[in-house]
């Protein structure tokens, strides 16, 4: 019933951009929390940035002042700016949701940066 769907993702070189796009859809009406997290092969899933209901954000350290986060004012949508981008955020980027206390997470989409 609730779906969320990433876009965005793809090959870009060091130093360029990308903005993924998370929509969310089905039964979801107290939204605690959207944003990204990712991961690397071998490596465990890690947050990359968080937006809270109240308009507050945080980021990982290792993209701070290159990533922005954002919503739509309907909060059914979360975005990721993404700049700057280092071989080093290779990974697949997953959207997350939490609501009414529950967890729900896009299906991956994959962001590589070539050197």
């Known amino acids: 019933q609730v779906q969320l769907v990433e876009s965005g993702g793809g090959l870009v070189q060091a130093g360029g951009s990308l903005r993924l796009t998370c929509v969310a859809s089905?039964?979801?009406?107290?939204?605690?929390?959207m944003g990204w997290y990712r991961q690397a092969p071998g490596k465990r899933r890690e947050l990359v940035a968080l937006i809270i209901s109240g308009g507050g954000t945080n980021y990982a350290d290792s993209v701070k002042g290159r990533f922005t986060i954002s919503r739509d004012n309907g909060k059914n949508t979360v975005a990721l700016q993404m700049n700057s981008l280092k071989p080093e955020d290779t990974a697949e980027y997953y959207c997350?949701?939490?609501?009414?206390?529950?967890?729900?997470w896009g299906q991956g989409t994959q962001v590589t940066v070539s050197s």
């Open positions: 089905g039964s979801i009406f107290v939204i605690s929390a």
């Open positions: 997350y949701v939490g609501a009414a206390g529950r967890s729900y």
